[in-house]
């Protein structure tokens, strides 16, 4: 099933990392309350040694901007479950009190997507936007994130908005006509 879902979705990760030309991410909800990556694309800036491939790899929930908008879907009583009291900091701007981190899900939540921004690593920056099907529920999370000093705050909108149109079609290519069935 994974395969076929990544078959299907790769051409549109792949034009989106090329106009964007940063890493592009797709990862899906997973049982656990956690996510799995499961797709990856590169923008034309990734040469020779700088490849990573991210698919199969765990990202903390609380430290990630796929993490936020997977937390974001859930009531903060789950959230308080889920989650250490005290969170791990990754570097001096991971949000590591719950309360905090409480507010920004809210946020994320009001807005439609994620920004982590040195939060998992230095120099990092990382926009996400859920993918949902027809009813709603989140299915996936379209992901970006490039080296600020390349992809900083001054490129957000215009990615959030790529991201979006990305977002529809990735929707358009797993259901057919918006009728929520998946396409066969």
């Not at 994974?2 to 106009?19: K, W, Y």
């Not at 592009?24 to 040469?47: C, K, Q, R, Y």
């Not at 809210?106 to 099907?133: F, H, I, K, M, T």
Request: no cysteine.
């Amino acid at each position: 099933v994974i395969r076929g879902l990544v078959s299907r979705v790769q051409p549109a990760l792949d034009e989106l990392a090329a106009e964007l030309s940063e890493t592009v991410t797709l990862a899906v909800p997973n049982s656990g309350h956690d996510f799995d990556l499961i797709a990856e694309a590169t923008g034309p800036h990734v040469v020779g040694a700088a490849v990573r491939n991210v698919v199969g790899e765990h990202f903390p929930l609380h430290a990630s901007s796929t993490g936020k908008v997977l937390l974001a879907e859930l009531p903060p009583e789950r959230v308080r479950e889920l989650l250490p009291e005290k969170l791990e900091a990754f570097t001096s701007r991971t949000i590591v009190d719950r309360e905090v981190l409480l507010r920004e899900l809210a946020e994320v939540r009001e807005q439609g997507y994620s920004v982590l921004d040195n939060e998992l690593e230095e120099e990092l920056l990382s926009l996400s936007r859920p993918v949902r099907d027809a009813a709603g529920t989140l299915v996936a999370v379209l992901t970006v994130d490039g080296p600020r000093y390349r992809f900083g705050r001054d490129r957000i909108p215009g990615a959030l908005q790529s991201m979006q149109q990305t977002v529809g079609r990735i929707t358009r290519l797993l259901w057919d006509a918006g009728d929520g069935n998946p396409a066969s």
